[in-house]
């Protein structure tokens, strides 16, 4: 089966501009999730989306970033405007219906490679 | 807030050596254990993980052992090949709460 697909996989951009982030999860997984990795670091989870509604996004910096998941597949996230230390690599993740509490396998796309300069 | 903390950071082995990752996690509300290896330039995958009311899983060459009264688990690799050369994250989510992955350890396997 297809895996979790992102676009675009690198993208360098100044600070105080803008950048959105596609996913495309896998089929009929209902779950959603964007971590965020600095380099040297774990995931850090930013937002997890059930179908098109949001589980949990308290560590998502909202004063300056947003996502959506409309009609409950693709998601995008957007970062307006970018500070530098933004830059990391943006990792979506998608697993079967993952409610709060249960927990099933996360498969996770290739990333984004953020810079900001 | 869960704190999850992975040791060591680096592991350099031998080929056909066996590694061992130790995790630890604060919230004893946690009951579920898995483990991501990530390779260069994607994303984590799964490897293994394990649920709280198991002591111990094995696949393979990979194996997890969970003591839940001390908070911690480890990533058990036995006989370790190139392709084994990655960053391990564990995950301890607390129930009810989202992911919280640990700082990876770098794992090294030389030839």
């Known amino acids: 089966e297809a895996g979790v697909a992102q676009s675009p996989r690198y993208k360098i951009i100044e600070k105080r501009q803008s950048v959105a982030f596609w996913c495309n999860p896998i089929?009929?997984?209902?779950?959603l999730y964007w971590y965020q990795q600095i380099l040297g670091q774990g995931p850090k989870l930013l937002i997890q989306f059930q179908n098109n509604g949001v589980v949990d996004d308290s560590q998502l910096p909202k004063d300056r970033f947003s996502a959506e998941r409309l009609k409950g597949v693709d998601s995008t996230l957007k970062i307006q405007p970018a500070k530098l230390e933004d830059s990391a690599v943006y990792l979506c993740a998608s697993s079967l219906d993952s409610g709060r509490g249960s927990y099933n396998e996360q498969f996770f796309g290739p990333g984004t490679r953020l810079t900001v300069l | 807030g869960e704190n999850v903390e992975q040791h060591p950071s680096t592991l350099s082995v031998q080929e056909g050596d066996s590694a061992v990752i130790k995790c630890t996690y604060s919230d004893s509300a946690s009951n579920y254990f898995p483990w991501y290896k990530q390779e260069l330039g994607k994303g984590p995958q799964l490897i293994i993980d394990i649920r709280s009311n198991v002591g111990e899983k094995k696949d393979q060459r990979i194996a997890v052992t969970l003591n839940k009264t001390a908070k911690h688990f480890s990533l058990h690799i036995t006989e370790t090949q190139p392709e084994d050369s990655a960053v391990y994250f564990c995950a301890a989510p607390p129930y009810g709460q989202n992911f919280v992955f640990g700082p990876g350890t770098r794992l090294s396997v030389l030839p």
């Open positions: 089929s009929g997984h209902a779950t």
